[in-house]
C-alpha cells in the first residue's frame, strides 16, 4: 500500500484526485498508476485501470490471475467490473467510498454471484492516511473556489465602483 499511496500523492501534486493503484504478482509490483482524467480529459483514466493496461502489457496477457491490486479508495463500478473480467485475484483496499452503499459498491461487483469470477477483498489498510490524502485535497480545492468567487465578486464590485 506504500507504492500505491506514493502514487496518490503524485496524482495530488498533478492536481488528479489523488488515487494510486499497484498491481503485485509473487512478491513483485508489475504495475503502478495514479488518476490521469484531468490530464488526458479521459473519465476512464482511473488509477485501476491504468495499472490493470500495464500490467497485461508487462504480463503479456489479457488476464491477471495470481495479482493482488492496491487501490487506496475503493475502486468505482467501471474499474470493479474490469477487475473482474481480468480475473484479478486480490483487492487491497485503503479506505471506502461509504456514500456507494452501506459496505461498499466495489464489494457488490467482485463478490457479486452472478458473475464467473470473484475477488478476495481486504479493506482499511492505511485508511486514515488514504482518507487524509483525499479529504486534504477536497479540502483545499474548495478553498480554492471559495477563494476565485471571492476575487470575482471583489473585480464586479470594483467594476460596478467604476460605472458609479
Not at 52 to 61: I, K, N, Q, S
Amino acid at each position: 500500500m506504500d507504492e500505491a499511496i506514493r502514487e496518490a500523492e503524485i496524482a495530488a501534486s498533478e492536481g488528479e484526485v489523488p488515487v494510486g493503484a499497484v498491481i503485485v504478482r509473487d512478491g513483485e509490483i508489475i504495475a503502478r498508476a495514479h488518476n490521469l482524467v484531468e490530464t488526458l480529459e479521459s473519465s476512464s483514466a482511473h488509477a485501476e485501470m491504468i495499472a490493470m493496461h500495464r500490467a497485461e502489457t508487462e504480463l503479456g496477457a489479457k488476464w491477471l490471475t495470481g495479482c493482488t491490486l492496491y487501490a487506496t479508495l475503493e475502486p468505482c463500478a467501471m474499474c470493479a467490473g474490469a477487475m473482474v473480467l481480468a480475473r484479478i485475484e486480490r483487492l487491497c483496499i485503503g479506505t471506502m467510498y461509504r456514500k456507494r452503499s452501506e459496505h461498499g459498491l466495489a464489494l457488490d461487483i467482485v463478490q457479486s454471484r452472478e458473475l464467473n469470477h470473484r475477488i478476495e477483498v481486504s479493506s482499511g489498510i492505511r485508511e486514515e492516511e488514504c482518507g487524509r490524502l483525499l479529504s486534504e485535497f477536497f479540502r483545499r480545492k474548495r478553498a480554492e473556489k471559495a477563494a476565485a468567487r471571492r476575487a470575482a465578486a471583489d473585480e464586479n464590485k470594483q467594476s460596478e465602483d467604476v460605472i458609479r
